[in-house]
Structure formats: structure tokens, C-alpha cells
């Protein structure tokens, strides 16, 4: 029964895994409750932030029940907007999840604590008369302040520019604005001050124009574009059309990686430097970030895909750089898509969303062939450079040398002999995928995982890639005794050691998550790469996207074979993405570029018609296979997951949920043992639900969901809903 009051009811969100909203009364306080303001409540015997979401007149519960908020800690600020709630209330309800978490997730980590405050408006700095005097001075002793003050003769200047200029940037401000040959103000939005972009091609122009008629309206475009096709110059100028009208934008990009070069070309084009969020920076950092968008200071915001959840009031465009990536699909807790979360952000506020890729997943796909999307295909180099030729080796009876054959390192030596660079890449880092006795037949396996220990042996280590267990490399063999250990496989470390003594007069760099975890060496790294000079880099999947190497001229591709017959029916269209986007690094300037794939399969139908037709062509057989099994794109799915230390106790669990299961147009299965059945100690399984239809499957699970809490069983696993999944 609900009680009824002139006192409003406050719903707030808060940051617990209970699929509720929790309904308080507000304190005595001159601030106004509003849905997007935080609030300090009392949760148990704890104290919790939390952020109202509705306002209402009545409640479930008895008003003599319900507890008071205890503070407003922004006063009257919001620290969500009503768009932004509007659309994370979707998320929640979409993706089946708490709404505290849901909600949380949008606010940066510092204003999820008791404690933590929106920043007051951030400052910038000026020269006054008198400081503009003193620079018609000598320099005199201190160098350090005449520095400071000459880079605010040309502007205002922020304090992360005078951070760059001294480490004790602060002492010397100080002393300045003692002395008042400074003063501050609040920071003003960056002015847009674009320079002149390359020459379109008449590909570009349509992509452009379609892109800028669009706006003010909901509109989702696929650029669909290959490798060095100029994907990067659209968004340019379709984000200085926005700019250029007091706008403001966020483009997304799959990983950190691809923030400092991204960043740098957009600075060197627009005039000012875009904010950038992602998870590597400090809190300080996000937090600083997020007002800044929220303020509306951030004229346009790169980052991964939690910046997706900015509040940014004069939104005026949002833009997927590779669009198909995995990164974007949010694997464990709230396990959202951003590209689908961008189009629905997009719709609710009447703006374009532009997808960008060369290869297209198949739902982006499917939606374009279907002319939901807008289709603009950029079929030729922005450079005027034709496109890599291919090359097939079949390794059946190759002589093979580190898992490179004979003639891959034959086609290695001629391009570093014509003063050119190669690329050798392996998806599998480590020096071998798993360490073995060649006497007893033991290998190192993970104690918590269904899994091999990576050998890494510069660092003498055995690794689990999923759990991160490590152990130390045994001098013999634990099983037998024998000294006969010896890795099977091949991984970057092992590439980096063959190709070593095979070139060794050639400058040879490794990219992976080993190598390049130090801030700053992955941009240290690709700078030596762009000088030119003649080098071989080995990498994983991190060299794949979006980096433009100009010399390098020939790509290895060791080997992609496990996905041509992989369980996973997305395996497939994740080579055919993967092969296409190492490819593009070949031969993007004036130098023509080669691909070498190394394969057992050479005949493999899919792999003949990637290399002979094209992704497009391997998108659209994909699709009618998947249309055939009615698969996704073509039907709608949703994982139970669960896991538990005893898989007793997940099987009995899903069992009983399965049997709870409502009845529809939505078929249930299972349940399956994961993939990987056992990561970090814990026993996975899941059921799978399909519909042809995504309001009869969000019908069933919403009437499903309700009860699962119930079960006996459900104490004894972790569950969780996963719509839309992307991972098995």
C-alpha cells in the first residue's frame, strides 16, 4: 500500500547491487531536492553518497519508515543532467542492472566517496599592464618567472600549460600574482581557430555534406572507410561545422592507446586541445575532465567508452572511431554497448551519431544494408596509395624458424634491404603460450584457471593471462625431474628473439601490453617508428588500429588460423576485422605494401573471399550464414551468467532458473559450461536466451528476473544478466 504525503519522496540511486531505487525524505535545508543532485544518506550502518533520480509524493513504504537525507554536498549544483538520467533510467532497465551502478558509473570516482566536491570553476592567467612592463625589462636572475610570463604574452594560459613549463610551476605563479604582473579569471571555452585540412576527394565531400545536413536531427551514419581512407579528415570538418556554432562533441575511441596521437592531430587542426578521459588518468584527472564537460569548458572530449556518460549540455554530435571494436562492449558489471548506448544518446537528444570503421561488425552492417543507417564508403587512400597486395603461404611443409616460415623471412630481408620497414604481428604475447617437459609431457597450467601459463622468459616468469597468477619458472621439470622444459608455441618475446639474431643490425620494436607499460613508451616507441628509418616492430592487436607508419611496406600475419574453426560464431567476423585492420599499416604513403598470412588453410572459403572480394563481400556471406542459423544479428540474445567456487552449486542454480523461465516467444538453453569453465577459482556456466524479437525477449526477462532472487539456490552463486552478449 502507498503512502501519501505533501513531503516529497526522494528516489535515489545508490552504489549497491540491488536492482532498486531507495525512496528517503529530505532534511531541513535551504536546498531544493532535484532529481541529478548527490545527496549523503544513512544505508545501514553506513553513510552513502547517492544521486536523486525522481521526485515524488508518495512511496511503497510508510512515511514513519523512511529516513532522512543527511546532506546536499553540491547545494544547488546538479551533478547529472535530466538527459543524462533519462538515458542511464534506459540503460538500467535495457541492460537489467542495478540502477545505483548504473547511475554511479557516470559520475567520476572522487563524487562517488562522502567527501568528494565539484570543483569550483577552473582559472586561467593573464599578463596585466604591469606584467607586460616587466617583460620590456632584462630577464634578469630569475629565468623561471620571465618564462612563465612570456607564454602568457601570446593568451591566457591554464594552469596544466604552466605545468608543463616547471615542475614548481606553482611557486612561480604565486610569486607572480603577488607582484601583479598576473591575474586570474575564470577559464573561458577554447576558441575554435581550425587550420587549412588536405584536399578532400569526392568520397570525402559526400560523407561531409550528408553528415552536416543531418544536423539538428537524429541521424546515424556508417563511415565506412578503409585503411588510410581519410576517416580521421571527416571528422575533422564535420566537428569544426559543430565547433564552429558554440557545440560541443565527444568522440570515443576503443583504448588508451589511441588517445596521444588522436589528440595531437586534433590540437594541430582545431587550435585547442580536446579534454581527454579515460580509466589511466587520476582521479583528479577525471574529475577535472568531467567538470569541464559538464561546464560546458570542454568544447570536445576524447575518451574510452565511460566518457560516453559525461554530462554535456550543448551535445551537439558523437562520433565511434572503429565502431566494431570489442573494447566497447563492457565485459563485466554494468555490461553495456557504447556504440548502442551512442545511438540511443544520439536519438534522445535529436543529434548525428557517425560510426567509423573499415570493417563494419555485423550489426552496424545489417543495420546499413537495411537503410537504417546512412552508408558513405570510402574505397580509396586518402594518400593516393593503392591498397596492400596479398599473399598467401600455405605452411603445410614450410620450414619454420620461431613460427616464421623460410619465405616470410626472405620477403623480411628484402624490404629491410630497400631501406623500408616490416611489421611481424602475433595476437600472443609472452615467449610461448605454454611451457612443457619434453620428457614427461608435463606443462605449466593455471591452479585457478582453465588455462596454460604464458612463458615469459626475460622475466623468467609463468603468467596466467586471465587471472594474472604468477609463478616462477622451475630450473627442471616438477613432474619427472628431467631438465627438458621447453615452451611450445610462439609468442611476441619468442619473435623478438628469432628475428633479433636473424637482422641483427636492424633497430627491432616490440609492442605489447609487456613492453609498453610505462607512461609515455608506446608514444616514444611509434616516434621512432615515423622517423623512418629501416626497423622491423613485432606486436599484438595494440598495432592494428589507426596508427599511420609511412614506411612500412610489408606485414607478416603469423598466424590466425584457431578462429577459422572456432566455437564462437562471432570468432570469424573478428579475424576478418583483425586481418583487415593489420593489413592497412602496409603501404599507406607512396610505397607500395604487401600482406604475407600465414596459413594452414589457404582453400578456407570465408578467408578466399575476405582476400579476393573484400570485407564487404565477407560481411554479406557472414550475414546469410547467420541469417540461415538464426543468429545475431537476425534474432536477440541475453546470458544468464553464473559462477560459483562449486559447479554443484551453479549447476542446481541454473537448473532451478530454468525452470522458472516464463513462457513466450523467447526459447531458453542450456545450460553450458563457459568457454574458459573455470577463471580466478570460480566455476562459469551460463543459459542462453533467444527471441526473434527484442520487446518478446525483454518481456520474458523482465518477468524472469523478478524471481531469481528467490531461488534457494541463489545464494550460493554470483549471477548476473548479460544482454546482448558478446563474449561466451
Not at 613549463?165 to 579569471?185: C, D, M, N
Not at 588518468?281 to 575518451?303: F, H, N, T, Y
Not at 554530462?311 to 556504440?339: N, T, V, W
Amino acid at each position: 500500500m502507498q503512502s501519501t504525503s505533501t513531503i516529497p519522496v526522494l528516489r535515489v540511486a545508490l552504489p549497491v547491487p540491488i536492482r532498486q531505487l531507495f525512496d528517503y525524505l529530505p532534511c531541513e535545508s535551504s536546498v531544493s531536492p532535484q532529481a541529478g543532485k548527490r545527496v549523503v544518506v544513512p544505508f545501514g550502518h553506513r553513510k552513502l553518497v547517492g544521486v536523486i533520480v525522481e521526485v515524488s509524493d508518495n512511496s511503497d513504504l510508510p512515511f514513519n519508515k523512511l529516513a532522512k537525507v543527511i546532506d546536499y554536498p553540491d547545494g544547488e549544483t546538479l551533478a547529472l543532467t535530466r538527459e543524462l538520467l533519462d538515458l542511464l533510467k534506459w540503460c538500467w532497465r535495457y541492460y537489467k542492472h542495478a540502477p545505483g551502478e548504473v547511475v554511479f558509473n557516470a559520475l567520476p570516482p572522487v563524487l562517488r566517496k562522502i567527501g568528494g566536491m565539484i570543483p569550483a570553476p577552473p582559472l586561467q592567467y593573464c599578463l596585466t599592464p604591469l606584467g607586460e612592463a616587466r617583460l620590456l625589462e632584462p630577464v634578469g636572475r630569475i629565468k623561471a618567472q620571465f618564462a612563465m610570463l612570456e607564454s602568457m604574452s601570446k593568451g591566457a594560459v591554464t594552469d596544466t600549460q604552466l605545468r608543463a613549463l616547471s615542475p614548481s610551476w606553482r611557486k612561480t605563479l604565486a610569486h607572480l600574482l603577488k607582484q601583479q604582473w598576473v591575474h586570474s579569471e575564470i577559464r573561458q571555452a577554447a576558441s575554435l581557430n581550425p587550420a587549412r585540412g588536405h584536399a578532400m576527394m569526392e568520397e570525402q565531400k559526400l560523407a561531409v555534406e550528408a553528415i552536416n545536413l543531418s544536423r539538428g536531427r537524429f541521424q546515424c551514419h556508417l563511415l565506412d572507410g578503409i585503411t588510410g581512407s581519410g576517416k580521421t579528415e571527416v571528422y575533422l570538418l564535420v566537428l569544426e561545422a559543430v565547433l564552429s556554432q558554440g557545440g560541443q562533441a565527444l568522440l570515443l575511441v576503443p583504448e588508451i592507446g589511441l588517445t596521444p596521437q588522436l589528440v595531437s592531430r586534433f590540437t594541430e587542426r582545431l587550435g585547442f586541445e580536446p579534454v581527454v578521459t579515460h580509466s589511466g588518468l587520476s582521479e583528479k584527472q577525471r574529475l577535472q575532465a568531467w567538470d569541464m564537460a559538464r561546464s560546458g569548458l570542454a568544447r570536445l572530449v576524447i575518451g574510452t567508452r565511460s566518457a560516453l556518460f559525461l554530462p554535456m549540455a550543448e551535445l551537439q554530435m558523437i562520433i565511434l572511431d572503429e565502431e566494431h571494436d570489442a573494447s566497447f562492449k563492457q565485459q563485466d558489471g554494468f555490461r553495456y554497448s557504447s556504440r548502442d548506448v551512442a545511438v540511443k544518446r544520439a536519438a534522445g537528444l535529436e543529434i548525428p551519431v557517425v560510426l567509423g570503421t573499415a570493417t563494419p561488425s555485423l550489426e552496424t552492417f545489417s543495420n546499413a544494408v537495411d537503410r537504417r543507417y546512412s552508408w558513405h564508403r570510402l574505397r580509396q587512400r586518402a594518400t593516393g596509395a593503392a591498397q596492400p597486395r596479398w599473399r598467401v603461404l600455405d605452411l603445410i611443409q614450410q620450414t619454420m624458424t620461431g613460427g616464421i616460415s623460410s619465405i616470410a623471412m626472405e620477403a623480411i630481408n628484402e624490404t629491410l634491404e630497400k631501406g623500408e620497414q616490416a611489421l611481424i604481428f602475433l595476437n600472443r604475447r609472452g615467449y610461448a603460450p605454454v611451457l612443457l617437459c619434453h620428457e614427461c609431457g608435463w606443462h605449466g597450467a593455471c591452479q585457478h584457471c582453465d588455462a596454460n601459463l604464458t612463458w615469459h622468459r626475460a622475466s623468467r616468469r609463468l603468467l596466467c593471462h586471465h587471472c594474472d597468477n604468477i609463478s616462477q619458472v622451475p630450473l627442471m621439470c616438477p613432474a619427472c625431474g628431467a631438465d627438458a622444459l621447453q615452451g611450445a608455441g610462439e609468442g611476441t618475446e619468442q619473435l623478438e628473439q628469432v628475428l633479433a639474431r636473424s637482422f641483427p643490425q636492424t633497430p627491432l620494436l616490440r609492442f605489447d601490453r609487456d613492453s609498453v607499460r610505462r607512461k609515455g613508451e608506446f608514444e616514444r616507441l611509434a616516434a621512432q617508428v615515423k622517423d623512418g628509418e629501416p626497423s622491423l616492430l613485432v606486436g599484438t592487436q595494440m598495432l592494428a588500429k589507426g596508427h599511420h607508419f609511412p614506411r612500412v611496406t610489408l606485414v607478416v600475419i603469423v598466424n590466425l588460423d584457431q578462429a577459422l574453426y572456432s566455437a564462437d560464431f562471432r570468432a570469424l567476423e573478428r579475424m576478418g576485422q583483425l586481418m583487415v585492420q593489420v593489413a592497412g599499416r602496409a603501404g599507406r604513403d607512396k610505397l607500395p605494401g604487401e600482406v604475407i598470412l600465414q596459413t594452414h588453410y589457404p582453400q578456407h572459403e570465408s578467408l578466399l573471399t575476405l582476400l579476393t572480394a573484400g570485407y564487404e563481400a565477407f560481411a554479406a556471406d557472414i550475414c546469410a550464414d547467420r541469417r540461415a542459423a538464426r543468429l545475431p544479428p537476425f534474432s536477440y540474445q541475453a546470458l544468464l551468467r553464473s559462477d560459483a567456487p562449486e559447479k554443484n552449486d551453479v549447476r542446481r542454480f541454473l537448473d532451478h532458473a530454468k525452470r522458472s523461465f516464463p513462457a513466450g516467444g523467447a526459447m531458453i538453453y542450456g545450460p553450458y559450461p563457459a568457454m574458459m569453465e573455470r577463471r580466478s577459482g570460480r566455476v562459469r556456466w551460463y543459459l542462453l536466451v533467444q527471441a526473434k524479437t527484442r520487446s518478446s525477449l525483454h518481456r520474458q526477462l523482465d518477468e524472469w528476473i523478478m524471481g531469481l532472487p528467490r531461488l534457494s539456490t541463489a545464494r550460493k552463486v554470483r549471477w548476473s544478466i548479460d544482454v546482448d552478449p558478446q563474449d561466451y
